[in-house]
């Protein structure tokens, strides 16, 4: 089941499943608040980083040191799907590929 889809900077649609978001919650049962913040960082993220295998991570803010990584595969111009997602204390600055400021201009 389809729990919600959020838009890609790229304008492709990500699915969050209940399998993918049920992971997330085995892994980290902190973020079972987190849902539509999950959905807002694919939609709104302050940061888009490259990371493994083609994967993409949509980062948001939370804090000084609380950054919201939700990694998620774009498959095509017209699907995508969430893998996982985790709060960190840092972010690889070296692995941006996107930033919010530069599109605000």
Known sequence: ????IAD???GVPIRLTDERWEHILD???????????????????DYILASRRGTLAAVIVLGRKAFLHVFYVE?????????SARVVEK???????WR???QEQ
């Open 8 to 10: 890609s900077v790229n």
């Open 100 to 102: 919010k400021e530069n």
């Open 27 to 45: 892994a980290h049962p902190d973020l079972a608040s987190y849902r539509e913040t999950v959905l807002d960082a694919v939609e709104n993220p």
């Open 75 to 83: 498959k095509d111009p017209h699907d995508g799907f969430i893998l």
């Open 91 to 97: 972010m690889d600055k070296a692995r941006i590929v």
């Open 1 to 4: 089941m389809i729990l919600g």
